[in-house]
């Protein structure tokens, strides 16, 4: 049986408390630590800094990576590219010296390890010379906690970041608390060292608050010498506000008016966490005993049951991720998300064997692939519910991907009064053997493999889509089929009733209109309703006006900003129909006397104002659209 070896004895730290380098702002910092860790998708390493000259600046792939990450809230504060570059290279995070940043990411926050891309240079390199050398972040579990505070309101986190770094943006004051708290929870482990006369004083926050606490009177934190090492870090945490308990003028901490009731009953909770991180594990050399947990034969008798495999299909719109998210699952950390493209393979979504190399010697083993990893995940936790979300499943070869993991799309149905099997409803029917998914998931190459009852797969495909795989009946036939309705029934009104741009049309006139076109012409083609106009097809933003077009007192960056803005709709909307919807008989709906190309149809639309942007189709389609008896109120 395969089981864990006792638990590493990682190497003591070196505290650092003699370093002499100091890291103002530091509340910036880490706030662009945590940002570049989100815009990279949350990587176990990331090589942020790239040299340029004696500096170091971030790399190009996160300049984009952190452009597009941002862009909706820096088009919303007008902060351009250029700005939201310059600004983040000014960040201590590139200036400072790497002790320094060693002290906070390593032994304040515990955040991350810092080191040099060039490994082999030591960690003093940057003590003389003002050269800074490239460096990277190796992020602890630290970050995924910071990552779970993020989540639960992400753009409104996202902008305290940003604020914290020094961009002027609304944030949201509760989540600005939110996360100050949060920084000052993950500090409570940091030890700190200052001078008392002839005698050396380590002690950390709590110290602070039971001083504070016992006296009353401002506690000072100066010392009898100069600052080094944490202790500055200390004093930098303090000055930017990170600690909201206490107050910090001139090296002397007193306690926060506004926090001092509360300081009390925390300070008891900081105790009891440093106690019960100081626990020492007893027996280490010889361990015995039962701890309580459960075997994996128990797994079965505690695991959700019902999983599933769906099939969601409709027009392009229609609301199939929409109808993912809020009536499946909307938590990134229970699912595995990817798109099926014709060149995704079985490889690809199972896994590979993959060379490695460790100490110069080169060995093979399995990478699992997101149908393994996320298998071994709803394997080992029963009680919580899995999705693998697989969309456009048709525009891959999707029998060719599953390969024998097909068999497993068979579900249990029922317990059998006599001869069950004792796996929940939700399980695969049938076992398959593959060594490899099964040496991941339950460590042992020759167990059989099934589908557990708590992970559940969800497909989508566009059914307009005629040029792409075709799923055969054996294959569809083991999925619960689900059409997504095609309908404004429980779309926002806000959505919906929106005009488009400077119109008196709304969204929802336009669409139902040229739905029933689509139907009414196509009548003969048996795709026809496939052809519509989804409800989900543009975005919100697609719809809203940019008066800034028309501003001649904005710079021409600006106004050509805003133009763009205001042909996302045709663009995206008016293509569609020309080169799709109505390819074969564009005369049914367009004016073509008169613009007989899509860049004229474009052309006429945005440089048109109000309703007659619609001039670019026929008068009957025009009078449908603008017709006042179909206006919403």
Same mark, same amino acid.
């Given at each position: !049986?395969?089981?864990? #070896? ?95 940043? !060693? ?67 609304? @944030? ?19 030890? $700190? ?79 009891? $966490? ?16 039962? #701890? ?50 014709? #060149? ?26 997101? $149908? ?20 456009? %499943?048709?525009? =891959? ?21 006599? =001869?069950? #099997? ?28 099934? %589908?557990?009852?708590? !992970?559940? %797969? ?24 689900? !059409? ?25 006139? $336009? ?5 029933? @076109? ?83 149809? @474009? ?6 104002? =109000? ?23």
């Amino acid at each position: !049986m395969n089981r864990p #070896d006792n638990m590493l004895a990682y190497d003591e730290m070196d505290l650092k408390l003699g370093i002499k380098s100091s890291l103002p702002h530091v509340k910036s910092t880490l706030a662009l630590a945590i940002l570049l860790w989100e815009c990279a998708d949350r990587p176990a390493e990331l090589v942020y800094a790239a040299q340029h000259g004696d500096k170091v600046i971030l790399t190009d792939e996160l300049k984009q990576w952190v452009f597009d990450y941002l862009s909706e809230i820096c088009e919303d504060e007008q902060i351009d590219y250029n700005s939201l570059i310059a600004k983040i290279n000014e960040n201590q995070l590139f200036k400072s010296q790497m002790e320094a940043l !060693m002290v906070a990411f390593e032994l304040v926050w515990k955040l991350a390890k810092v080191s040099f891309v060039e490994e082999n240079k030591a960690a003093s390199a940057e003590r003389t010379g003002g050269i800074r050398y490239p460096k990277k972040l190796l992020y602890s579990v630290n970050a995924d906690i910071i990552h779970s505070v993020i989540e639960s309101h992400h753009d409104a986190y996202i902008r305290v970041l940003m604020s914290w770094i020094g961009f002027r943006v609304d @944030i949201d004051p509760e989540c600005d608390s939110i996360l100050t708290y949060l920084f000052t929870a993950l500090s409570e482990g940091a030890v $700190f060292k200052m001078t008392d006369g002839s005698r050396g004083v380590v002690f950390n926050q709590n110290s602070l608050y039971c001083k504070a606490l016992e006296t009353n009177q401002p506690v000072d934190v100066n010392g009898d010498d100069e600052a080094k090492g944490s202790l500055r870090i200390l004093k930098s945490l303090l000055s930017d506000g990170l600690n909201p308990y206490l107050q910090y003028s001139g090296g002397r901490v007193t306690t926060a008016e506004r926090r001092a009731k509360d300081l009390e009953a925390y300070q008891m909770r900081v105790d009891t $966490f440093l106690r019960l991180s100081a626990t020492k594990v007893v027996g280490l050399e010889d361990p015995k005993g039962d #701890d309580g947990g459960l075997e994996q034969d128990n797994l079965e008798g505690v695991r959700v049951s019902g999983g599933t495999n769906v099939l969601l299909y409709g027009v392009p719109g229609a609301g199939k991720s929409w109808t993912i998210a809020h009536e499946y699952c909307n938590d990134e950390r229970r699912m595995e998300r990817l798109v099926f493209h014709p #060149d995704y393979t079985y490889s690809d979504f199972i896994g590979q064997i993959l060379p490695s190399v460790s100490e110069g010697m080169v060995s093979y083993s399995f990478m699992p692939g997101p $149908f393994t990893s996320l298998l071994r995940k709803a394997y080992l936790n029963p009680e919580t519910e899995y999705f693998l979300l697989i969309e456009e %499943i048709n525009r =891959g070869n999707a029998p060719a991907i599953f390969g024998e993991v097909f068999q497993l799309l068979d579900r249990k149905t029922e317990i059998k009064e006599t =001869g069950d #099997d004792g796996y929940p409803i939700g399980t695969s029917e049938y076992g398959i053997t593959n060594a490899n998914i099964a040496g991941i998931v339950y460590g042992n190459p020759s167990h059989k493999v099934r %589908i557990p009852s708590n !992970m559940s %797969i969800i497909g989508t495909m566009n059914t307009s889509d005629q040029n792409v795989f075709t799923l055969d009946t054996a294959f569809q036939r083991r999925w619960d089929m689900r !059409m997504i309705e095609n309908s404004f029934n429980g779309v926002s009104p806000a959505f919906a009733g929106h005009a488009i741009l400077d119109t008196q049309v709304t969204w929802r006139v $336009f669409c139902t209109a040229i739905n029933n @076109i689509i139907l009414e012409k196509n009548v003969r083609l048996t795709s026809a309703e496939d052809k519509r106009l989804g409800t989900y097809f543009v975005h919100l933003r697609d719809l809203i006006y940019d008066a800034n077009a028309d501003n001649d007192q904005l710079g021409e960056f600006e106004r050509a900003k805003a133009k763009r803005n205001n042909s996302r709709f045709p663009e995206k909307v008016l293509k569609y129909l020309w080169d799709d919807a109505f390819k074969f008989s564009r005369e049914d709906v367009f004016d073509v006397g008169q613009y007989n190309s899509l860049e004229a149809v @474009i052309k006429k639309f945005v440089q048109e104002r =109000g309703n007659a942007r619609f001039s670019v189709f026929k008068d009957t389609v025009y009078d449908a659209l603008t017709s006042p008896d179909l206006q919403e109120d």
